[in-house]
């Protein structure tokens, strides 16, 4: 039975947040919204009478939380089969207002970058650069002293600096290469495909086992388009349709069957070329791209 939760509760006060601070940790959509609904079946059980801050404590409890589900899960990625890509993420213009600190924070090169980062340091960063709490508040959160907490923040900004991948953000300049990829791409133009990609461009792509998909990155223009439009042209994607969307804030490529999303291309431009190239088709990885997603915490 799923608990319904007043609309001035604080947990619905603050579930955006809530939901960006699961989500960022753990990059995952199914597991984000596992943690939210484990905090408030805690947070229905507390004593609220001795809860000064309830954001604090709500942000305290999700963190914590996460923090065991990412422990436990660093170990099980270790045999993934193939590249593990986190989560992709719907943040279309009808769903911005819901979930606008994520959409404006996060991209999918930035969470495949957090994945380098110990657990601790993954959660000071991201209470910290993403939604700017305090090293003091953060110390309260991990249970360490904020002096350490300090130490942890500047070591994991250095460590995402150093990461992070360099592409150009201009709205424009990304429509019009996102059509010209999707309309290459539908024609099995493979030339035209290749003139979009950098000379040095890696794909990724996420299978999961669960699907068929390259157990290895796939450098250079000429490996990436013909790995992506021999993928698009296989008889179980037959009547597939490519759609621009908006997936963890920025634009990218639905694969869609029959209204249903069966993959999608996000990507980072450089140049007007794409540099970096990630498939997500793994369908047990694909609930956060449903127009109809749903919370299931209430």
């Known amino acids: 039975m799923t608990l319904q939760k007043p609309a001035d509760d604080p947990f619905t006060e603050h ?11 753990l990059g995952g959509v199914a597991d984000a919204e596992d943690v939210l609904q484990d905090a408030w079946l805690a947070w ?34 270790e045999s993934y089969v193939g590249p593990w890509l986190p989560e992709p993420l719907l943040t ?26 110990s657990p601790v340091e993954r959660a000071v960063f991201v209470l910290r650069e993403v939604f700017g709490f305090s090293h003091a508040e953060i110390a309260g959160f991990v249970d360490r002293p904020e002096a350490s907490v300090r130490q942890v923040a500047h070591r994991a900004r250095e460590h995402v600096l150093a990461r992070r991948p360099r592409y150009d953000d201009d709205p424009e300049r990304r429509r019009a290469l996102t059509e010209r990829f999707m309309e290459a791409a539908s024609g099995g ?3 035209a495909v290749m003139e979009l990609l950098a000379p040095d461009v890696t794909c ?11 157990r290895r990155p796939l450098h250079g223009p000429d490996h990436v388009a013909r790995w992506l439009l021999g993928t698009l042209t296989k008889p179980v994607t037959a009547g597939v349709t490519l759609e621009a969307a908006t997936v963890n804030g920025e634009l990218a490529v639905l694969a869609v069957i029959g209204g249903q999303p069966i993959g999608v291309v ?5 140049d007007d070329r794409i540099q970096n190239l990630r498939f997500q088709v ?17």
């Open 204 to 214: 990724w792509s996420d299978g999961g086992g669960k699907i068929t998909a390259a």
């Open 15 to 25: 579930r955006r947040l809530l939901f960006g601070t699961a989500y960022q940790l």
């Open 266 to 270: 996000t990507f980072d431009l450089l």
């Open 189 to 191: 133009d493979i030339n």
């Open 282 to 298: 793994n369908p047990d990885k694909l609930s956060g791209l449903r127009r109809d997603r749903h919370d299931p915490t209430g």
């Open 92 to 117: 279309a213009p009808d769903r911005a207002a819901e979930e606008t600190e994520l959409a404006d924070t996060v991209s999918t090169a930035m969470l495949v970058v957090l994945e380098t980062l």
């Open 44 to 77: 229905n059980k507390a004593d609220r009478s001795g809860v000064a801050n309830p954001r604090a404590y709500l942000v305290r409890t999700v963190t914590n939380l996460a923090l065991n589900r990412l422990t436990s899960a660093r170990a099980t990625r």
